[in-house]
Structures are given as C-alpha cells and as structure tokens.
C-alpha cells in the first residue's frame, strides 16, 4: 500500500512552546491529508483536513489559531501545535487518501503517528 | 448518538475460534466503509474495504447492509496475531467536505 511518514515520531516539549509535525506522502501526491488526534483508549478524532494549496478545513472545538496547518506541497502537509499545554499531549496521526481507482473510491492509509507529550 | 458505534469488548477468544464484530453507523447517506486494524501504540492499517456485495481476505469477511445501516467482520480460525483492536470506520460527504468517521474500536484478544 501507499506510504505516509511522519517526523518526529515522539517528541517531549515544555508547556508554552511549539511543536511542528511533519507528514510526508513518500511515493504517490497527495492533493488532501487528514489530521487525527487520539487519546488513550479512545477513538481516532479528526482535526482538519488539509488541502494542498489552500487553507486548511478544521473540525468543530478544533482551534485553527493553535493548531496550524500547513500544506504548502503535494507531499508534505504539516501540523504546527503552538503554545502547547499538558493537555495537548496525544498521538497525532496524519493520513493521505489515495484513489482506489473505482469510482469516487478513495483509501486512506496513515502514517505512524506522533506522540507528544507537554510537561 | 456516536455516528459509528461498536461494541468495545474486549472480545476474549481462543486461538481457532471465529469471531464476529459489528458495527453501525448513523449516517445514511454514508458512501464507503472499511475496517482498520489497530495496534496497541500503532497507527490504523487498512484491513480491508467493505462493498454491498460483501467480500471476503482470507480469514476475513466484510457484510455491509445498508437498510440497516450495520457493518460486520468475520474472523475465522483466529491466530495470536490477530490480537489488536478493529476499527469500524465510515466515509462520509459531509457539509462538502469527505471525512472518515471512526468507531471506538474493539479489541481482540486471542490467546492460546
């Protein structure tokens, strides 16, 4: 299958600074990413989608002025997470959809995720 | 309501045995459906897409139907491996946006 990577795959920062998360579509483009939090034993909750030249799409209770998004090509989106509080601290998981080749048909593999952690 | 719903188990089996998770999903307007396999601190992977004519991997059988808006998968003679937690997921066309909704999961503990 397709291959998304994500960089760091953990990181551990202070409360108030800032953490980029990078997510990369390693062999096919990727006109739309996807950005996922998930917290212990709980489902994977999407953030915002994130659309390669144009501003990214946030979910409802997701602050866009926290959470920065960028997709400034078509292999590379990235998730800025400013002034980050403990309660920032969760697996950030990013995915690509890649055409099934039916039609409207899209699969959507992820990358390996992100741990941050915010003392 | 949660928009997929499964039953969180966890589902305790021994190695061989078959067993059936299910899954439903609010939204009728809903177009594709999968099941992701999670590992414990580990990204989802794609087990397999769920069509209306059902389809079967191996072990592995995907129903969907869609009058009762219920999606299940079918694991046959369990192995250690297939120990992780299975995501129900649907994709939906939502206020012009395609998301990907996610179930809570339920996890599979096959032991010897």
């Known amino acids: 299958g397709a291959v998304v990577s994500q960089h760091p795959s953990w990181v551990i920062c202070k409360s108030g600074t800032s953490v980029k998360i990078e997510c990369r579509s390693l062999d096919f483009q990727a006109t739309t990413m996807f950005w996922y939090r998930q917290f212990p034993k709980q489902s994977l909750m999407l953030m915002a989608t994130s659309n390669e030249g144009s501003k990214a799409t946030y979910e409802q209770g997701v602050e866009k002025d926290k959470f920065l998004i960028n997709h400034a090509s078509l292999t590379l989106s990235t998730l800025t997470v400013t002034s980050a509080h403990p309660e920032d601290s969760s697996f950030y998981i990013c995915s690509a959809r890649v055409p099934t080749g039916r039609s409207d048909s899209y699969e959507q593999y992820f990358g390996p995720g992100t741990r941050l952690t915010v003392t | 309501r949660k928009e997929v719903e499964q039953d969180p188990g966890p589902f305790n089996v021994p190695e061989g045995a078959t067993v059936a998770f299910n899954c439903t999903y609010s939204n009728s307007a809903s177009q594709s459906f999968f099941w992701y396999r999670q590992d414990c601190r580990k990204e989802p992977k794609l087990l397999m897409s769920?069509?209306?004519s059902g389809n079967e991997d191996g072990r592995f059988t995907a129903q969907l139907n869609r009058a009762s808006q219920y999606i299940s998968l079918l694991i046959r003679d369990s192995k250690l491996s297939d120990s992780a937690t299975y995501l129900c997921?649907?994709?939906?066309?939502?206020?012009?946006?395609?998301?990907?909704?996610f179930g809570a999961g339920t996890r599979l503990a096959v032991h010897p």
């Open positions: 997921v649907v994709h939906t066309f939502s206020g012009g946006y395609n998301k990907l909704i």
């Open positions: 769920v069509y209306s």
